[in-house]
């Protein structure tokens, strides 16, 4: 479903509760657009008895009321199933001044962390911190390397490497078959900064005769969606894309230590002899002699002392580098 200024756009599949396309849609879809080949698209409302709770894009709701779906109907939502995956920014994102962590896509699969390799140039500092935001949503990550006709790979991609991420690398007009191979099927959010050819990409994926969602918001009048809000445009093969237009990067301020450090097993257990509470920054982290006595890849410390840098600081990665960035 998406979302636009309280009016929710759910697309119902008929003996489907999974959300994915199976093929088995009902019929109907009068609300307009191409998802009537695959279940129907319902206005709906937030239903008084669910509060304040918010609803955000790739929730999966109960709705009641007119779910004909059929024009100028609007059904309510009542009920918020349980999500799978969050993602979220925090107090340090944009325009949130209120020191609130705001759901931003519930049960995502996977983050799609797309990079022009030049034209604007990479920006590790970025990449990091989106990487942080998928471990810390329990999200896989996915390195989408674009514009490989202006630059090579080999150099971001050394960079990464440690880390196991893996990675497509694209040019406009190129081959879209790898790409397509890890979307299918999948719920993936895609998230990246302004000029890196995202749209060119969303556009390539996703033929306008199947933007399913981000049509109906048009036929119901409302506008499209708001600059900072997420569309889901589903996929010819099967799976789901949900773009997020002005979401520049997640808020990190909530994420742990811990969490961060969840995704490098390799180095937990040199953790025991670390002062209590340390950052694993500083020179009182044990890390460094259990890594140089040969227990862990030293690359591998670089990766997770990168990702904990990362976290500090403002959510745009415009400002001056770090110290950490100085193999960009
Ligand atoms: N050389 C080259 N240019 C590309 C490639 N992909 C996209 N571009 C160009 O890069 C520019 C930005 O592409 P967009 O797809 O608009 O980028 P975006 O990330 O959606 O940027 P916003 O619309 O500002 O959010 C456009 O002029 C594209 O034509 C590529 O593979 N190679
Ligand atoms: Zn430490």
Redesign the pocket.
């Known amino acids: 479903m998406a979302v636009d200024r309280g009016r929710y756009t759910c697309l119902v599949e008929a003996g489907d509760g999974k959300g994915r396309r199976r093929g088995k849609g009902g019929k109907g879809g009068k609300g307009g657009g191409d998802a009537a080949a695959t279940g129907r698209i319902v206005v709906a409302m937030k239903a008084r008895e669910l509060g304040r709770k918010g609803i955000v894009v790739g929730d999966r709701v109960a709705l009641v009321g007119d779910v004909s779906g059929a024009p100028d109907t609007l059904a309510r939502v009542v009920r918020v199933e349980s999500r799978s995956s969050i993602l979220r920014r925090s107090a340090d994102d944009t325009d949130d001044t209120d020191g609130v962590e705001r759901p931003v896509v519930a049960n995502a699969d996977q983050l799609v962390i797309?990079t022009?390799l030049?034209?604007p140039p990479p920006r590790p500092r970025m990449i990091d911190r989106m990487l942080v935001a998928a471990f810390d949503a329990d999200i896989e990550p996915l390195l989408c390397l674009?514009?490989?006709?202006?630059a090579p790979p080999e150099e971001l991609v050394s960079l990464y490497a440690p880390l196991g991420v893996p990675y497509v690398v694209?040019?406009?007009?190129?081959s879209l078959e790898e790409i397509r191979e890890h979307l299918r099927d999948r719920v993936s959010v895609l998230v990246?900064?302004?000029?890196?050819?995202?749209?060119?990409?969303?556009?390539a994926l996703v033929p306008d005769a199947n933007r399913a969602v981000s049509h109906v918001n048009a036929v119901t009048g409302r506008g499209r969606h708001t600059s900072t809000s997420a569309v889901a445009l589903e996929l010819p093969d099967g799976g789901w894309i949900i773009d997020t237009?002005g979401v520049r990067s997640f808020g990190l301020a909530h994420v742990s230590v811990e969490t961060v450090l969840a995704g490098f097993p390799d180095l937990v257990e040199g953790t025991v002899h670390c002062p209590k509470g340390c950052t694993h920054l500083g020179d009182d982290c044990a890390l460094d002699a259990w890594v140089s006595a040969g227990h862990a890849d030293p690359a591998r410390l670089l990766s997770l002392r990168r990702l904990l840098a990362s976290r500090e600081g403002a959510a745009d990665d415009d400002q001056p580098s770090g110290p950490d960035d100085r193999r960009r």
């Open positions: 797309v022009a030049a034209d674009t514009k490989s006709d202006l694209l040019r406009k007009g190129g990246g900064h302004s000029g890196v050819g995202k749209s060119t990409l969303v556009n237009p």
